[in-house]
C-alpha cells in the first residue's frame, strides 16, 4: 500500500475537518478565563483606543518646558503644569496637562529652593543635568491601537498572550466557536496500562498521551474506549453511544489486514466514505480518514506509537484545524541539517532537535524506529522530506510537535 500523496492527505484531513462544522453547535459566548485556548468565533475589535491615555513610562516626574522646575504636588498637578512646573509620576500615571516630557527618577535632583525674601520657605526645585527632550518617556494615547481596530481575527485560537489582548482591549465574554469533541477507541488485546508487560504486551503509549495531543491540537477528549481485537466490539465502539457525541473519532491500532485487525473491515461495514486510505509516508502509512454516514470524521492511527503520532501530526491537526474554521496552517520550513537519499513516491516524517547554537536546522534525533518514541521525546519539531530527499542545509518543511 503506497496511500494518497503527503500533501493531499493534509488538504484532505483539512476539508473533512471543515465538513463536521456543519454537524457541530453553534458559537458560544464565554467569560475570558474559559476561552482560554478556544478558537475566537468572530474577530475581536478594541472596545477603547490601546492605551487609552498618555502615561509615563518611567517613574520620576513630569516636566512643563525647561528646567530647573518648581516641585508641585502631584494632586495639584492633576488640574494641569504651568511651564516651568513638575510634579513626581509612576510608571502608568496619566500625564497632566502641559506635560512636556518626563524626567526619569535617576536623572533629577530635587533641591530646597532659596528662601524668599520674606523668610519663608521657597518649596522645592528640581534640577536634571539636562533638559529632556520633548515627548521623552510619554506613552501616547493610541499608539498600539485604534478604538474599533481589529485586534484577533476570527480563527485565532486564545493562547494566554491572546487573552492578554482581549482583557487590555476591554472585553469580558468572547464568541468563541464550539468545542470539537473528540472520541479516543484504544485497540488491542495486547496493550497494558500499568506495570511490566511479559512478552506479546506492550505498555500503553497512547492512553496517556493522546489527549494531551488532542488538546494541544484545539479538540477536546469526550471519551476514551479500550477494546480487544475484536469486530463487534470495533463496530460499537465507532458507531456507539459515546462515540456518537464526538465530532470526530480517533481509534488506535487494527489498521493492518490481519485476521486481528478490525478498523478498515470495520469503516466498510459502517458505510464510511473513505477519503485518505493510507498516506504516502513513513512511518504511518496505514493511517486512514473516512467520513462517516452521520458527518463524523474517523481518524484510524497505526498501532505503531511513533507511526501514529506522526499520523496525528499530518491528520488530525488539519482535521482539528478546519473543525475549528481555521486555514490549514502555514508551512514552516528550516535547514535540513543531515541529507537525505530519494525515497521514491513517499515522504519521510522525522523527529527532530533543533541544532545547537545553529538557529534554525534540524538535526534528525536517534532512535526514530516506528516502534520507538525516545525520538520524539528528544525532538522539537518533524522533519518532512521529500521523495526526492534532501541535502545537508537544504531547506525542508516541518511541522511542530502536537503539544
Ligand atoms: N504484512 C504487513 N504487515 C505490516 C505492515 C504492512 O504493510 N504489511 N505495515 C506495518 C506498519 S508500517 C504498521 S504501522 C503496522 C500497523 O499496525 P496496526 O495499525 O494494525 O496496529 P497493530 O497491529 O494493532 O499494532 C502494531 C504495533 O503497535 C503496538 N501497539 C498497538 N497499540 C499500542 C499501544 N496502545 N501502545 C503501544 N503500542 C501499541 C502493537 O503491540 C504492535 O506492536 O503494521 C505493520 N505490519
Ligand atoms: O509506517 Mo508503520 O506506520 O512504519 O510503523
Given at each position: ?9 493534509r488538504?484532505?484531513a483539512?476539508?473533512?475537518g ?8 453553534p ?6 478565563a ?7 468565533d ?16 518611567m ?9 530647573p ?11 494641569g ?6 510634579a513626581?509620576?509612576v510608571?502608568?500615571g ?5 506635560t ?6 535617576e536623572?533629577?535632583r ?43 481575527a ?8 491572546a ?7 476591554g472585553?469580558?465574554?468572547?464568541a468563541v ?37 488532542v ?10 474506549t ?16 459515546a ?12 489498521t ?9 473491515p470495520a ?29 463524523r ?22 482535521v ?8 490549514p ?5 528550516a ?28 538535526v534528525?534525533a ?10 520524539l521525546?528528544?525532538?522539537?519539531a ?17 511541522l511542530p510537535l502536537?503539544?
Open positions: 500500500m503506497r496511500g494518497t500523496d503527503w500533501h493531499a492527505a488538504s484532505a483539512h476539508a473533512a471543515a465538513s463536521v462544522r456543519a454537524i457541530l453547535p458559537a458560544e459566548r464565554v467569560g475570558l474559559d476561552a482560554a485556548w478556544r478558537v475566537l468572530t474577530g475581536l475589535c478594541a472596545l477603547h483606543p490601546l492605551p487609552h491615555y498618555a502615561s509615563s513610562a517613574d520620576g516626574w513630569v516636566v512643563a518646558g525647561g528646567g522646575w518648581i516641585l508641585v504636588p502631584a494632586r495639584a498637578a492633576g488640574a503644569l504651568a511651564p516651568g512646573e513638575a513626581e509620576i510608571t502608568g496619566a500625564l497632566p496637562a502641559g512636556t516630557a518626563v524626567l526619569r527618577r536623572h533629577g530635587p533641591a530646597p529652593a532659596p528662601t524668599g525674601g520674606d523668610g519663608r520657605p521657597g518649596g522645592t526645585l528640581l534640577f536634571a543635568e539636562h533638559d529632556p527632550r520633548p515627548g521623552l518617556d510619554i506613552r501616547p494615547a493610541a499608539t498600539e491601537s485604534a478604538e474599533g481596530d481589529l485586534l484577533l476570527a480563527g485565532t485560537r486564545m493562547t494566554p498572550a487573552l492578554a489582548v482581549a482583557a487590555l482591549a472585553h469580558d465574554r468572547l466557536a464550539p468545542d470539537v469533541g473528540v472520541a479516543l477507541v484504544l485497540t488491542g488485546d495486547e496493550v497494558v496500562t500499568s506495570g511490566l508487560p511479559g512478552p506479546g504486551f506492550v505498555r500503553d503509549g497512547f492512553g496517556p498521551v493522546l489527549p494531551h495531543c488538546r494541544g491540537l484545539g479538540g477536546t477528549v469526550l471519551s476514551a479500550r477494546i480487544g481485537d475484536d469486530r463487534g466490539a470495533t463496530l460499537d465502539a465507532i458507531d456507539g453511544t462515540a456518537r457525541r464526538a465530532a470526530i473519532v480517533v481509534t488506535t491500532g487494527g493492518g489486514g490481519s485476521s486481528a485487525d478490525h478498523l478498515r469503516a466498510a461495514a459502517l458505510g464510511a466514505e473513505i477519503l485518505v486510505d493510507g498516506v504516502a509516508m513513513r512511518p504511518g502509512h496505514p493511517a486512514l480518514l473516512g467520513r462517516m454516514p452521520d458527518g470524521i474517523l481518524l484510524c492511527l497505526p498501532g505503531n506509537p511513533l507511526a501514529a503520532l506522526v499520523a496525528v501530526a499530518t491528520l488530525l491537526e488539519p482539528l484545524r478546519g473543525a475549528a474554521g481555521r486555514p496552517s502555514a508551512p514552516r520550513r535547514a535540513s541539517a543531515a541529507a537525505f537519499a530519494p525515497l521514491p513516491g513517499r515522504h519521510r516524517v522525522v523527529p527532530a532537535a533543533w541544532a545547537d547554537g545553529a538557529g534554525c536546522a534540524l534528525p536517534e532512535h526514530i524506529g516506528s516502534a520507538m518514541m525516545r525520538g521525546a528528544d525532538a522539537d518533524l522533519l518532512v522530506v521529500p521523495p526526492e530527499g534532501l541535502e545537508a542545509g537544504a531547506p525542508a518543511a516541518y502536537p503539544w
